[in-house]
């Protein structure tokens, strides 16, 4: 419920601070004290159109700031939570206005927008007015109130159940046919496509295992030629040529013809370089014989490597995903040929759960049409109390078509009302007057009493143009709504100001040359004032006192 309301700077009010509680609150006073800007305050923290005319001559912004304490669980806090803001146990809604118009908007103290604004006050207060009926008169709203009033929230439950398995069952229909479709489109080049994929066989990680591969038989050709260059160097060229080993020979017998010692460390030296020569060929044959070069290898590892990459940049794929690819393709076709059968399949479930939901609709539609008939002579037995005897309430419940139906169900539920004798029903807010919609609104809230989440309504003028016994059965119902929601109220009438369980009176007055507007709360012998002007006017007598009493202990005038 509404705990406070703060005010800054807002036309008439330089600065006022109102604690709320439970049940019935009356706001009266004279005409132009001010009432009007109390409601227009709590508009703007509710997220209204914010203008620059709120702002209070010679400040600079107005504010206003609304304090709510819903009960555990109520959707507000969830609201507040999906932008991230906490809130424990109160909501404070605040609004601030500047001269120019411009306006910010806070959640408890988090800056926000002014549409999540309106969207968390429509969840906290609901005003109903003779032009501002938002709640009742909106048939969006009218199917969740019926319900409330008398469906059993099982059906509901089973309803929304069967409707998520019929759509379910449907999307996957409705996939598997764009699927298929869109394989038959294609499945010649699918065909050809899988048997060129086939062929090819990737294998996972092929790619890698053939670079490396590649990079072997690479090394191992330049290896070879290496060591064949060197053995080329050790034999000659040609058979005119004298290699190493002949020359060197040749050198040891020249040198054998030389007498003496002296030569003998030269001949050691040339037998030593021949064998080591000698040795230096067999160790290269030995390496040219294990370092063989194997072309043909090496050009079917490039041949394999290089087709594979052909085929992933064809299908814009890495090499790595082309055994997936071909996995996908053959699905494909596959679903072609099975196709039929699986759409079958899909088609007798979506067909099932379609008529499981449409027994679940039609068993709420029963009870819409039963709880309907109950709304409809409860809210008759409210009307004429309230002046309202020739006016006659309808529940219409329309089926909507198949492409409409929602986890819901299948009705179009809207209220109806005519206020004359062979009048034609019709919306709410278009056939009744200001007046009639006013106390219309009060009776439906009567009937439908808990049926709303929202813990606070607000009355603008419900009483205008009544008095006595219409009047007082107002102010009665007022008291009956109050029970189970908090309820404020803007009335001239005493019968219905009597009831309130807490009275504040606006009033204007000057000062420092200025008009103001001020809040008292009444109670004891300034309530009985209070009412007593309202019954008597200007001049307050006695009899307007006595009727005053009267009225405030639930006594008939």
């Known amino acids: 419920m509404l705990t406070a309301l703060s005010i800054r700077d807002v036309v008439l009010i330089e600065r006022l601070d109102l604690a709320f509680g439970p049940g019935l609150t009356v706001l009266t006073g004279e005409t132009g004290a001010g009432k009007s800007i109390l409601l227009d305050s709590?508009?703007?923290a509710l997220g209204a159109r914010a203008e620059q005319g709120l702002v209070r001559a010679g400040a600079e912004q107005a504010s206003v700031a609304a304090v709510f304490a819903p009960p555990a669980g109520h959707p507000a806090y969830a609201l507040?939570?999906?932008?991230?803001i906490e809130a424990e146990d109160e909501i404070v809604l605040r609004r601030v206005v500047g001269r120019d118009g411009r306006s910010r908007a806070f959640a408890n103290d988090a800056p926000v927008g002014a549409t999540f604004l309106r969207r968390a006050g429509e969840l906290l207060v609901e005003v109903q007015g003779q032009h501002d009926q938002m709640g009742l008169a909106d048939p969006a709203g009218h199917g969740a109130l019926l319900d409330a009033f008398?469906?059993?929230?099982?059906?509901?439950?089973?309803?929304?159940?069967?409707?998520r398995a019929w759509r379910a069952a449907t999307t996957a229909l409705s996939a598997a046919r764009d699927a298929i479709a869109a394989a038959l489109r294609d499945h010649d080049w699918l065909r050809h496509t899988v048997a060129e994929l086939t062929t090819l066989a990737p294998a996972p990680d092929e790619e890698a295992e053939l670079a490396k591969k590649r990079q072997s038989l690479q090394q191992g050709e330049k290896r070879a030629e290496a060591i064949a260059a060197a053995l080329s160097e050790l034999t000659p060229r040609d058979r005119r040529s004298a290699g190493p080993a002949a020359t060197l020979r040749a050198a040891s017998r020249a040198l054998q013809r030389v007498p003496g010692p002296e030569s003998a460390p030269a001949l050691a030296a040339l037998e030593r370089a021949e064998e080591a020569l000698s040795e230096a060929e067999?160790?290269?044959?030995?390496?040219?014989?294990?370092?063989?070069?194997?072309?043909?290898a090496l050009e079917a590892t490039e041949e394999r490597l290089f087709a594979l990459r052909a085929a992933a940049r064809k299908h814009a794929v890495q090499v790595a995903e082309l055994p997936t690819l071909l996995a996908e393709f053959r699905a494909r076709l596959d679903a072609i040929e099975t196709g039929e059968a699986h759409i079958d399949a899909l088609a007798a479930e979506a067909a099932a759960t379609r008529t499981r939901?449409?027994?679940?609709?039609?068993?709420l539609t029963e009870q819409r049409r039963t709880a309907g008939g109950k709304l409809e002579r409860a809210v008759a037995r409210e009307l004429p109390p309230l002046r309202l005897d020739r006016a006659r309430f309808f529940v219409d419940i329309a089926p909507l078509p198949e492409t409409s139906w929602t986890a819901w169900g299948a009705d179009a539920v809207r209220f109806l009302i005519a206020t004359n004798p062979g009048q034609e029903p019709g919306p709410l807010a278009r056939v009744a007057s200001g007046g009639e919609l006013s106390r219309l609104m009060l009776a439906l809230k009567v009937v439908l009493a808990g049926g709303s989440v929202v813990p606070t309504l607000v009355f603008d003028e419900v009483d205008s143009g009544i008095g006595g016994a219409t009047a007082a059965a107002v102010g009665e119902r007022l008291a009956r709504v109050a029970q189970g929601v908090q309820v404020l109220l803007v009335t001239h009438s005493p019968q219905v100001a009597a009831r309130g369980a807490a009275h504040l009176r606006v009033s204007k007055a000057t000062a420092k040359g200025r008009a103001e507007t001020r809040v008292t709360a009444l109670a004891g012998t300034d309530r009985r004032e209070e009412?007593?002007?309202?019954?008597?006017?200007?001049?307050?007598?006695?009899?307007?006192?006595?009727?005053?009493?009267?009225l405030l202990t639930g006594g008939l005038l």
């Open 357 to 363: 939901f449409a027994a679940a609709c039609t068993a």
């Open 42 to 44: 709590l508009g703007l």
């Open 80 to 84: 507040l939570a999906e932008q991230g």
């Open 531 to 550: 009412i007593a002007r309202m019954l008597a006017g200007e001049t307050v007598t006695e009899a307007a006192r006595a009727a005053a009493d009267s």
């Open 150 to 163: 008398g469906v059993p929230e099982k059906l509901r439950t089973e309803a929304a159940a069967a409707h």
């Open 282 to 296: 067999t160790l290269l044959s030995r390496l040219a014989d294990s370092a063989e070069a194997d072309p043909r």
